[in-house]
């Protein structure tokens, strides 16, 4: 029995840590106190994007270790590239000679078999068709060639701008996509500058950022919602304990999509990134038809990924956007609600804008808008400053439009209807969004989800310990 207790104190324990880290983690990426968002380029600069670009904003789980490891990758990959370019240069040189010898010692033998009857006068050995076939395998090995490692073009450097031209636009276009059916373009970029030229893997990591940004913009934003409840009842502005429970509730279940799908986007990034290591030898093959058609396969499976990984860029975009769209539902009807396209504890994103609102409900935007305005200070808000111009301004609307500011008061009735509406979504919506495309999701190798399991068997360990401690103590008392 005492070891039971131990190892169920120890859970509880380790699920109340990392449960804070990661509050905290979305709270600290978030400036100031996350209270409301009337616009969206307040919330761009408060979630730390620079110039409105999604690639350098907070919140990005390992991005700058993601960062460093592709820097040592990119550098592994350019000194596998310069070793293996001169040796596949000459095997494909001594692979065109050897062609070349035995495709003209067949055509000789056969055209001397072929005149063997007829007079000495009359033998005459056509080398024109020779010529021709050998021509045109020429034309593949010496466009190989150039690739590989020609004396003007060639080499790293133009593997490393088919990379980009390959590459690229499978992770830049997903990144455009999920920005746009998120509503960031309304007030966030992606810059895609020009290539590093000292980073073979800057085609993947310059898109990665655009599409890791839009993802985290819209879970901070869904965070931000859930920070906004729990500070209206902590700061007494209304709703109490189930509005706070509302809050946090919202907040962990951002937490946890968002690391699943970091997962999920590092694992499409990786498999990107082994076309990009082993690209030399793709290209290689295409030199003569025999090896190409041996490679077949190989080839057919790196076009598969690179189809796969834009699908699973664009699904888990679209996956992101459903759950917070069904949140926004939620808060769209209750704060203040009726459904009008405005709410004062999401960002505006999903393109919504108010929609016919009446006068009290005007009233209420200007209240928060006001207050948000003058709580701002170096992009960051100040919860007192807010706090204190909500009480002011509140009273005076209240005064024209009594209760105005009750809808603040409804966290049981959003907590029943966000439970039905995530019911909804992970029993419903999710499976039929990758249902749509069965092949995504069946991967031969997760990476991603083999660094999340590597992650949960690291953090068990305490787990573990205090399992063995448990039966050790049940088995003595016995």
């Known amino acids: 029995m005492k070891g039971k207790i131990i190892i169920l104190a120890v859970k509880i324990i380790m699920g109340a840590i990392a449960l804070g880290i990661g509050i905290w983690y979305l709270s600290s990426s978030i400036g100031g106190a996350a209270l409301t968002y009337s616009s969206m380029e307040n919330f761009m600069t408060a979630i730390g994007a620079e110039n409105g670009d999604v690639a350098n904003i907070n919140g990005c789980f390992m991005c700058k270790y993601i960062a460093d490891l592709f820097s040592v990758i990119g550098d592994a990959t350019e000194l596998f590239w310069t070793a293996i370019l001169d040796g596949l240069l000459i095997l494909i040189a001594l692979g065109f000679g050897i062609y070349m010898t035995y495709t003209g010692v067949a055509h000789v033998w056969a055209a001397a078999k072929s005149t063997a009857g007829t007079k000495v006068d009359e033998k005459k050995i056509e080398f024109k068709p020779w010529f021709d076939k050998v021509a045109k395998q020429g034309v593949r090995v010496f466009f190989v060639a150039a690739l590989l490692g020609g004396a003007v073009l060639g080499g790293p450097a133009t593997l490393k701008a088919l990379s980009q031209i ?25 810059a895609m500058g020009p290539v590093d030229a000292g980073e073979i893997l800057s085609p993947v990591m310059g898109p990665f950022m655009c599409v890791i940004g839009n993802v985290n913009s819209v879970v901070l934003a869904g965070a931000a919602g859930g920070f906004s409840l729990m500070n209206y009842a902590w700061l007494g502005m209304g709703g109490g304990a189930f509005t706070w429970i509302a809050g946090l509730g919202l907040v962990i279940m951002f937490l946890v999509i968002g690391f ?23 290209i290689a093959a295409y030199a003569f038809e025999g090896a190409w058609k041996l490679a077949g396969g190989l080839f057919d499976k790196g076009i598969n990924m690179l189809i796969n990984a834009a699908i699973k860029i664009v699904v888990i975009a679209l996956k992101v956007v459903i759950i917070y769209a069904t949140i926004s539902y939620a808060a769209d009807s209750y704060f203040p609600g009726p459904v009008d396209g405005y709410s004062v504890m999401l960002p505006p994103m999903l393109g919504t804008s108010p929609e016919n609102p009446d006068v009290q409900t005007l009233s209420v935007m200007n209240v928060f808008a006001e207050c948000e305005r003058v709580s701002l200070v170096d992009g960051e808000m100040d919860k007192d400053k807010f706090t204190a111009c909500f009480t002011a301004q509140r009273a005076m609307v209240e005064r024209s439009y009594p209760g105005a500011f009750d809808f603040l008061d409804d966290g049981w009735d959003f907590i029943v209807m966000m439970a039905a509406l995530f019911a909804l979504y992970f029993l419903v919506l999710r499976n039929r969004v990758e249902g749509m495309l069965p092949s995504v999701g069946k991967e031969d190798f997760d990476f991603g989800g083999q660094i999340k399991q590597l992650g949960k068997n690291i953090w068990s360990l305490p787990k573990q310990i205090a399992n063995a401690v448990g039966k050790a103590m049940d088995e003595k008392a016995i």
Not at 169 to 188: E, H, K, N, Q, T
Not at 260 to 282: A, G, T, Y
């Open 166 to 190: 390959i590459i690229t636009p499978i992770l830049y276009l997903g990144g455009l996509l999920g920005m746009a059916a998120s509503g960031i373009v309304d007030a966030g970029t992606c």
């Open 260 to 282: 699943d799908l970091f997962f999920q986007i590092l694992s499409v990034v990786f498999k990107l990134i082994f076309l990009i290591i082993f690209m030399p030898i793709f």
